[in-house]
């Protein structure tokens, strides 16, 4: 199959990765991620690439430049490239959302299973992309 299509509210809310990378193409990147109270993403900027993120489950804080974004199910944010951001989990339950980078920004068919193991990684996009 070329693409991606499925049931992106369904797979959000049933995954239980920090980071699960789902497809990657040339400009696009699908990723999805559950994040557990109390965690966050950690302050990051992307230089060269904007972020859209899409709440399905949870409530959190994306900040943006220093401005605090309550965030809820439903709610969409996007991030433009050089702005500094971080995604908070702060509810009493996993924030569940997926996220695009435009352009890629980790290696195809990636899985944290935790913020630890993110972190401890170093991987960036390798231009291979899922097809």
Request: charged letters at 25%; glycine letters at 12%.
């Amino acid at each position: 199959m070329k693409g991606f299509v499925d049931n992106i509210e369904r797979l959000t809310e049933e995954n239980g990765d920090f980071r699960r990378v789902l497809y990657t193409g040339h400009n696009l990147q699908l990723v999805l991620m559950s994040i557990n109270p109390g965690d966050e993403i950690g302050e990051e900027v992307h230089e060269d690439r904007d972020q859209f993120f899409r709440i399905e489950d949870g409530e959190g804080e994306i900040w943006i430049d220093g401005v605090c974004n309550r965030v809820k199910a439903d709610d969409g944010v996007i991030v433009p490239q050089g702005a500094r951001h971080n995604v908070i989990s702060t509810g009493k339950t996993p924030l569940r959302l997926y996220t695009i980078y435009g352009p890629p920004e980790h290696v195809d068919g990636t899985v944290h299973g935790t913020c630890a193991e993110a972190n401890t990684s170093h991987e960036h996009f390798d231009g291979v992309t899922t097809e």
